[in-house]
């Protein structure tokens, strides 16, 4: 895949979408395996506008929900920074995100084994993830649907000069 030039006052990495459609309440969940490139897509394409919703920064399940139902309640748009591997577990978001009225955006993070454990040997401390946490991701991944509930789902992949994401 080659990186397309932006329109004008387009959101980096979102077709056809400009800065003022992309903070009217919407959830976004990011989907992919550690490593993958996450949580740097995040503070590249939506620290200024998206609240982040992210279980290794809360610690809580408990936590995560108070946060998510605050994003709702304010209309507030916000971005689910976890692995999100399983539908089960997206479902979660998408329904309370669609009853209170959200566009929902899924950004699958292509799976990269390689890239993502060399990523992740990169990190320092407690953020590294142990390689067979990271494999049994992998196999435990269901590749995201629309039927699931979302509005756009894109694909993203890293290339030789960043994110590149398709349709």
Do not use: W
Request: with cysteine; aromatic share 8%.
């Amino acid at each position: 895949m080659s990186r397309l030039p932006e329109p004008p006052g387009a959101v980096s990495g979102r077709p056809n979408c400009r800065d003022s459609d992309a903070v009217d309440m919407e959830a976004v969940l990011l989907i992919g395996i550690q490593g993958s490139g996450k949580s740097t897509f995040y503070r590249e394409r939506f620290f200024d506008t998206h609240v982040r919703i992210n279980l290794d920064m809360l610690r809580t399940r408990s936590r995560e929900k108070i946060l998510l139902q605050a994003c709702l309640a304010a209309r507030q748009p916000f971005v689910v920074d976890n692995t999100n591997v399983r539908a089960a577990e997206r479902k979660v978001y998408i329904e309370a995100a669609k009853a209170a009225g959200f566009k929902v955006v899924g950004y699958y993070f292509v799976p990269d084994a390689g890239g993502a454990l060399r990523r992740n040997r990169a990190r320092q401390g407690r953020k590294a993830v142990p390689v067979p946490g990271v494999l049994g991701t992998l196999k435990r991944l269901e590749p995201p649907l629309p039927e699931e509930g979302f509005d756009e789902l894109y694909e993203v992949e890293i290339g030789a000069d960043g994110f590149v994401v398709s349709p």
